[in-house]
Each structure stands twice: as structure tokens, then as C-alpha cells.
């Protein structure tokens, strides 16, 4: 049976698991949440559709998701509850017979290109990812890894290593908007919003040459995302920050863009922010900025801005050295 008729089946098969419901809430159950901040927020555990401007329960979530080739999970990745979350979507979706593909933004294809597609042992192939590809909190990525190997699901790397970025990222020192509209379609107003946002997340010590280089780089790993999810069996289920699956500027952009695909839904993980009820509030001005907002409760107190500052002002200085 091919995907297209699985997946017809699916849908109908969820469709009707949500008329069943007496009723619709947008809390559908209670988690046993690991992030320890804001978990009686009224948002926390609901899940935002920005385009029908509604909530939609669990079920009605899961069935969305059955309707695309690419599903795009974006999280904020030190947040131990958006890995539960995503695992739950690969369990939901191999327990209706869907089986994804899943691309991982934190392995890199140099590093894995020799590694098999199916796993036996969730501790093999966490203890091999923590070698291959450091820097990332793998344990608390292991419900992730843990699904993928409990229900044979393949997995690709989605990324390029560090080093071969910042060669890729330094090849083109004339960089500006013409640059970026001929090469990943970005418009004069996409191109505008990632340099904002990366000034914004350096706190305002980023000066022009960073910016420059952390838009090429955005741009060529968004690329390099893109093109590891094409060639895989669909549907393909892509973990990666949050940042990475942005309607306006990221790999949905590129996706639509440069590579003519529209079956795709981006989903967001946000934990919630004290006194913001609103979900309109957490699009940052743009509607569609996420097609999904599935609010968790927070894993930290911390304004970014004040804990790296130290280290904010050093590079600061050697930017300007």
C-alpha cells in the first residue's frame, strides 16, 4: 500500500476518533511536564492553528499533521519537554501506520554518512550521536531517539558541520540582498527580518561584518536542511530549531521557494512567558510565522541577554579588533 492511500486512510480514520468527542478543548490531557516554570499557565499544553485562527485538540493535531509530505518540528532545543512532544508525534503517526522518515538537524552529514538507517539500540545510537556529534543535550534527546529505534523509523542527518559552514559562509564577502534574492529567493523584506532577528538574538552586540556572516550562514544551512529532506521517503518529519522551520525566512521559505514543494506544516514548540495569554502575541507581528504554536511550560527564568553578557561583550570586542 502506497503512502498516498495509507495516508487516506489515516485521515480518515483520526477524523472520525475526533467527531467522536463529546467535545473539543483545547487542553486535552494533562502531561506530566519536565520543565518546572509557568506549568499553570493557561497556555500551557494547547496547541494553536495561526491560519484558522482556532485551538485545536490533541486528535485534531494529529490529524493535521497526516495531511503534509514534510513536517516541520520546530523546538527550542535545552527544552526537555518539546523532545517528549516530538517523540509523540513519531509514536502517533507510526501507531496509524505511518511510518516518517525523520532528519535530525543535530547530526551532520560528514559524520554520518556511514551510519545505518535503522537502530536496534536506542543507547548505541545515542552513545554514537554524543561522539559523532557533540555540543548537543543528547540525554535529553533520548524519547526522540527512543521512538525512532522502538518503531524502526530511518534516520538522516540534516545538517553540515560547523567547520564546512563557516568555509561556505566566508566564500562570499560581497554578500548583500542580491546576493540572497538570486541564490535562496529571499525578498528585500525576508532578507531585512533575518538580519533583525540576529541582531536581536545577539542582544545588539553583533556588528555589520557578524550579521553579514550569520545571514549566509542561516541561509546555507537552511539550503543544506533543505536538500536532506527531499530525497527521503515521505512523509519526513524534521527536528530542528525552532529558528530553522520559520515560515518567512527559513527551511518552509526555501522549501516553497526553490524547490516548488507547499505540502509542508510548520510546528512550533514556545514555552509560555509570564502574563502573555494571547497567542497572536508570540508571532512576533507576522501571522503566519508558525502554521502551529504548541505551548509548553518554560525551562527557564533567565533573560538570555543578562546570562551571556560576559560573553556577548567579549565577542563584541574581537569582532571590533
Request: hydrophobic residues 35%; contains cysteine; proline residues 4%.
Amino acid at each position: 500500500m502506497n503512502f498516498l492511500r495509507v495516508r487516506k486512510a489515516t485521515n480518515i480514520l483520526i477524523f472520525w476518533l475526533v467527531l467522536s468527542q463529546n467535545s473539543v478543548t483545547a487542553q486535552e490531557s494533562i502531561k506530566e511536564w519536565q520543565a518546572p516554570y509557568l506549568q499553570e499557565h493557561t497556555l500551557v499544553g494547547k496547541v494553536w492553528d495561526t491560519h484558522k485562527d482556532d485551538w485545536l485538540s490533541e486528535n485534531q493535531f494529529y490529524y493535521e499533521l497526516t495531511n503534509y509530505d514534510y513536517i516541520l518540528l520546530g523546538e527550542v532545543h535545552n527544552h526537555p519537554d518539546h523532545h517528549i512532544l516530538q517523540a509523540e508525534v513519531l509514536d502517533a503517526l507510526a501507531n496509524l501506520g505511518i511510518n516518517p522518515s525523520v532528519v535530525m538537524e543535530m547530526l551532520t552529514i560528514e559524520s554520518w554518512k556511514d551510519q545505518p538507517l535503522t537502530w536496534e539500540k536506542t543507547d548505541e545510537l545515542q552513545e554514537l550521536a554524543s561522539m559523532l556529534n557533540d555540543g548537543w543535550p543528547w540525554e535529553l534527546y533520548k524519547p526522540v531517539l527512543s521512538s525512532i529505534v522502538r518503531h524502526g523509523l530511518n534516520l538522516y542527518a540534516g545538517n553540515i558541520s560547523g567547520e564546512e559552514l563557516q568555509n561556505r559562509a566566508y566564500e562570499n564577502s560581497l554578500f548583500d540582498y542580491s546576493y540572497a534574492e538570486k541564490n535562496y529567493s529571499y525578498t528585500k523584506e525576508n532578507f531585512e527580518t533575518l538580519k533583525k532577528d540576529i541582531i536581536d538574538s545577539h542582544c545588539g552586540y553583533a556588528n555589520e561584518g557578524l550579521v553579514k556572516f550569520m545571514s549566509r550562514a542561516q541561509m546555507q544551512r537552511d539550503h543544506i536542511m533543505v536538500s536532506a529532506l527531499l530525497d527521503k521517503k515521505q512523509p519526513v518529519v524534521f527536528i530542528a530549531g525552532k529558528g530553522h522551520v520559520r515560515n518567512d525566512y527559513a527551511v518552509p521559505m526555501q522549501l516553497r521557494r526553490n524547490f516548488k514543494q507547499t505540502s509542508y506544516l510548520s510546528v512550533a514548540y514556545i514555552p509560555v512567558r509570564e502574563g502573555i495569554e494571547d497567542p497572536q502575541e508570540y508571532l512576533q507581528d507576522s501571522h503566519d510565522l508558525y502554521d502551529i504554536l504548541y505551548f509548553t511550560p518554560s525551562h527557564t527564568t533567565e533573560d538570555p541577554c543578562v546570562k551571556f553578557q560576559k560573553q556577548l561583550q567579549n565577542m563584541r570586542q574581537r569582532q571590533d579588533q
